[in-house]
């Protein structure tokens, strides 16, 4: 009989069902375990009158499929049995037309997307009675698609039931604001969804050095066969500044090429689970960051904007490095004293840099880091693989089965702490 229901219901309202941005191939992009559940959805269409209209704006969501058939990530420990306990209206701050918004007709049936857009301008259509139903709010979208501090600040007074808001990135700085810092609403963010891919990229400067892959370039281009010695990452130490998901997927990354391994943090003892994994081989404390420098052939900063860490790498802790020392930067650009680094570039004091975020994005014609020799830039896309926001949003839906089931939710935030 359910069989024949959900049958009858799709068939009434198939006729919008293309209303949700597609993504023929989004199956593929997903994690394994959501690849075999893509559920159709239904949407209802904003009045012609409404100025989303012409936008094509999706303006409710109901998914078709139960909450008990909805499958959930080896990360969350749901019970798929748990019946939901709440009901959920979701407002979504992206652009409507952003194509990793199809994850989200798997949202259980409890969940139902009041509406999608950047600002309160899209949301123009909506009534007080639906502002004040809205209790949960997700922020994602990439670039002209993201949802923007000022925008979400300006909803903030509309939205008096709302009790947990989630961001679809990992950093925080560019989100927080007064309100949200100092209120009661809980905030989550994606943190470890990006971080293999940052390792990657770490491990791949440390090999561009190694290996002086841009000699070989320029022999290649000239037709050159001429032999020279590389180095071998073995054996060498590597440095990590902020040991949280990002800082230790590079760990593991460095050990597998048989690295020594050394990382900052605030707590410096080392857990059983830590113990176990044979990963890191020392600990620092902050305040000994100059010392980690010393002792590391290259050093990855992981490490999150906030007020104690703006600015840490200082002239400092850069003039401590070897000078056959490389920096690399997969954390935020503010973390670093970024003229004392260009200095160390320029001089030779240090043999080299690999930076994925900088103190300005983009970063200025007028910076003298697009002309140096001896630094890969790379223009904050080292975790921008074609799945990245598929995941994040997976990792949403398993956060909402939590909250559906009164579970605790995974990755809060210390807001004031700001990561």
């Known amino acids: 009989r359910e069989a024949l229901l959900l049958r009858a219901r799709s068939s009434r309202l ?11 191939s989004a199956a593929s992009r997903l994690p394994r375990g959501y690849q075999q559940h893509l559920h159709p959805a239904t949407f209802s269409t ?36 748990q019946q939901p306990q709440r009901s959920v209206n979701l407002l979504v701050v992206a652009g409507p037309d ?25 949301f123009a259509h909506l009534s007080e009675s639906q502002w004040r139903s809205v209790n949960v709010l997700l922020n994602c979208g990439v670039g002209k698609n993201a949802g923007k501090r000022d925008d979400i600040r300006a909803l903030w007074p509309l939205l008096p039931s709302l009790t947990w808001m989630h961001s679809a990135s990992a950093g925080l700085e560019h ?36 290996k002086d892959l841009p000699r070989l370039r320029r022999q290649q281009a000239a037709c050159q066969w001429e032999p020279y010695d590389v180095e071998e990452l073995r054996g060498k130490t590597m440095g990590i500044i902020g040991y949280g998901d990002i800082g230790q997927a590079v760990g593991r990354l460095a050990k597998a090429f048989r690295m020594r391994v050394v990382a900052l943090r605030r707590r410096v003892e ?46 400092t802790a850069i003039a401590a490095m070897k000078p056959s020392g490389v920096f690399i930067n997969v954390g935020r650009g503010g973390c670093v004293e970024e003229e004392a680094l260009v200095e160390a570039l320029q001089s030779g004091r240090i043999r080299g840099a690999a930076l994925d975020v900088f103190a300005v994005e983009p970063l200025p014609p007028t910076s003298p880091l697009w002309h140096l020799d001896n630094v890969l830039l790379s ?38 702490s700001g990561y």
């Open 175 to 210: 989100l927080l604001f007064p309100e949200l810092v100092e209120g009661p609403v809980v905030l989550t963010n994606a943190k470890g969804v990006y971080s293999h891919s940052l390792a990657e990229f770490a491990l791949t400067a440390c090999n561009w050095f190694a």
């Open 46 to 81: 904003p009045s012609p009158s409404s100025s989303l209209a012409s936008r094509n704006l999706t303006t409710t969501l109901f998914s078709m499929a139960s909450s008990a058939s909805t499958p959930t990530s080896t990360s969350a420990s749901v019970d798929p049995q």
């Open 14 to 24: 198939g006729a919008v069902n293309h209303r949700l941005p597609s993504a023929p």
């Open 270 to 315: 080392l857990t059983e689970e830590e113990r176990a994994a044979g990963v890191v081989d020392q600990l620092f404390p902050p305040s000994q960051l100059p010392a980690l420098m010393a002792t590391s052939d290259y050093v990855v900063a992981a490490t999150p904007l906030t007020p104690a860490t703006a600015r840490m790498v200082d002239a």
């Open 98 to 122: 952003s194509p990793e918004l199809s994850v989200l007709k798997q949202l259980p049936s409890a969940v139902q997307v009041v509406a999608v857009g950047r600002n309160s301008a899209d």
């Open 379 to 416: 223009p904050h896309c080292a975790d921008r693989t074609k799945e990245f926001q598929y995941e994040s949003l997976s990792f949403f839906l398993d956060n909402m089965r939590r909250f559906l089931a009164g579970q605790p939710l995974t990755n809060v935030c210390d807001k004031r």
